[in-house]
């Protein structure tokens, strides 16, 4: 959808609650992946991913939660031999077919790092970025963009005095909802979001949260988390990973209340492993 | 039947003795309120104002072992963020500790009248059903506390299902009370006491009921409190 028409939509919708639009959901088939001399990282992943919710994908370090979120954009072609099988669904598309356009994948599917990672450029261009590459050209529709994008992510009132400045100069927290508006100005259905709090202090993981929480009407969101109070606090559903394999999935209610698998219970009550 | 007694431990030694002095407090909490009960029931049915006594003064450790295990509860959920069986066991811990603090409460109400009625030779028609109600529920409570020690919904669910089986001595209780109301209109006041008694006899026997359906909840995440008796029977079988 075009910007212009989709601002006209949620100004036209504003005295109504209606989301705009829905996104997809994504279904995993039969996913595994193995890193060269490093064995299986993902071991036959199956896993139906709601759309417009938030779901957690939680596991001990270095069970493969990062490389199943880099699966869903294709992230992991970037790595040398690394072999997957199986097929991811975003919508009707096979992410994981030889056709498919990895750009246009990565435009529909945005991902964010556990560091910000902003361009040494103004914090209007780090917005304006994406919009530019899609040919957006005039002035009033970027700007339009910036402050929207820049709104939904809560910053705009602390930044909109100095969109022209610096955007290192920023806190970290500011910098991680920068780096989530430049990923929304390009309007993905999908958000990936790896363990996007973890570097920074309580006060901005709570507004970045608290964000997510906005977003969910209108993104597929899949948030990677070491953090299991804040899966607790953000999803609605829960992917427990072990080893590389998907051990529970679940409504986040009922992972954190009353798990089915033993190990889910283990990992989110501290236990032995 | 005894479920999920193998939890490994934390790796916060820390949390597993905290989780531990909470248990064992509400253990002790149980004793107390059995102690209580056995102490009241016994006053009411030898007509001796000694036992009812010593009831009344065990309320007072009761209260303060229910504020000390929910100042427990509090810390454990603020500082812990407890989850799955975690979190339920400490749920189950806090409408546990309400449960024994009202049975001490009853208890206590039990012992009052005891005390009441140890001086006066008032009619007691019903002291047969009396004593039979009072054993009912005096192991009514041994048996939800000792299912919530062992985590057996079994022996929860059968507490569960015979908390009907005072239905019928109590109702006959009370008919025989109102008789003898009738005929002794000039004991009102003691049987009307004793009408008292028996409700609480009742009432302890609930809250006894609804501690087994915490212990069901800890052990499977079930909430069995508004199930029917086909629906109970399915979880043991
Ligand atoms: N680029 C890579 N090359 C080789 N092995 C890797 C690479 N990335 C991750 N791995 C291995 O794959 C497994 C899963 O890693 P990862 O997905 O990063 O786990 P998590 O995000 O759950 O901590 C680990 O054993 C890790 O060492
Ligand atoms: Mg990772």
Not at chain 1, 40 to 69: E, F, H, Q, R
Not at chain 2, 195 to 221: F, K, M, N, P, T
Request: hydrophobic residues 40%; negative net charge.
């Amino acid at each position: 959808m075009p910007y212009m028409q989709r601002d006209a939509l949620i100004q036209a919708s504003q005295f109504q609650s209606t989301a705009a639009r829905t996104p997809p959901g994504l279904v995993v088939q039969q996913l595994s992946l193995s890193y060269p001399g490093n064995g299986s990282a993902l071991v036959d992943i199956n896993l139906d991913i709601p759309a417009g919710a938030v779901t957690a994908v939680i596991g001990p370090s270095g069970c493969g939660k990062s490389t199943l979120l880099r699966c869903f954009n294709r992230m992991n072609d970037t790595i040398e031999g690394c072999r997957y099988s199986g097929a991811i669904y975003v919508g009707d598309n096979n992410v994981l077919a030889a056709a498919t356009d990895v750009t246009a994948l990565r435009r529909r599917v945005g991902m964010v790092f556990q560091r910000p990672n902003p361009f040494a450029k103004s914090i209007y261009d780090n917005v304006a970025y994406g919009p530019r590459i899609g040919g957006i050209r005039r002035k009033r529709d970027l700007d339009e963009i910036v402050e929207r994008a820049l709104r939904d992510v809560a910053l705009w009132d602390e930044v909109s005095d100095r969109l022209h400045t610096g955007a290192l100069r920023l806190s970290l927290g500011q910098q991680q909802r920068l780096v989530l508006a430049r990923t929304i100005a390009i309007e993905p259905e999908v958000l990936l979001l790896d363990e996007p709090a973890s570097s920074l202090d309580p006060i901005s993981t709570l507004k970045i949260e608290e964000l997510i929480y906005e977003l969910k009407h209108t993104y597929t969101i899949i948030i990677v988390t070491h953090n299991m109070q804040q899966a607790a606090r953000v999803s609605d559903w829960t992917a427990f990973m072990n080893g590389g394999k998907l051990v529970e999935f679940d409504e986040t209610d009922r992972i954190f209340t009353n798990p089915v698998e033993r190990a889910t219970e283990d990992y989110i009550t501290g236990r032995y492993g | 039947m005894s479920e999920k007694l193998s939890y490994k431990q934390h790796i916060s030694a820390q949390f597993n003795a905290e989780l531990d002095a909470i248990k064992n407090d509400l253990l002790e909490m149980g004793g107390k309120v059995e102690n209580q009960i056995e102490l009241a029931t016994e006053a009411l049915l030898q007509t001796d104002s000694e036992p009812a006594e010593a009831a009344i003064l065990i309320d007072r450790s009761i209260n303060r072992l229910e504020v000390e295990i929910d100042e427990q509860c509090a810390r454990i959920l603020a500082r812990r963020q407890p989850a799955a069986s975690d979190l339920r066991l400490i749920i189950a811990i806090a409408k546990v500790t309400t449960d024994l603090e009202r049975i001490g409460d009853e208890a206590s109400k039990v012992a009052r009248v005891a005390i009441k009625l140890a001086p006066v030779q008032s009619p007691q028609p019903t002291e047969l059903r009396f004593r039979r109600i009072a054993n009912h529920v005096n192991r009514m409570l041994r048996q939800s506390l000792d299912a919530f020690a062992r985590q057996s919904v079994e022996q929860a669910v059968k507490v569960v299902l015979s908390d009907a089986d005072i239905d019928d001595d109590y109702h006959s209780a009370m008919t025989e009370l109102q008789q003898a109301m009738r005929t002794h209109p000039d004991h009102i006041e003691y049987l009307m006491e004793q009408v008292w008694a028996l409700r609480s006899l009742e009432r302890i026997g609930d809250h006894a009921s609804s501690i087994a359906e915490q212990v069901v909840y800890l052990a499977r995440g079930v909430d069995i409190r508004h199930a029917d008796n086909e629906g109970l029977r399915n979880l043991i079988n």
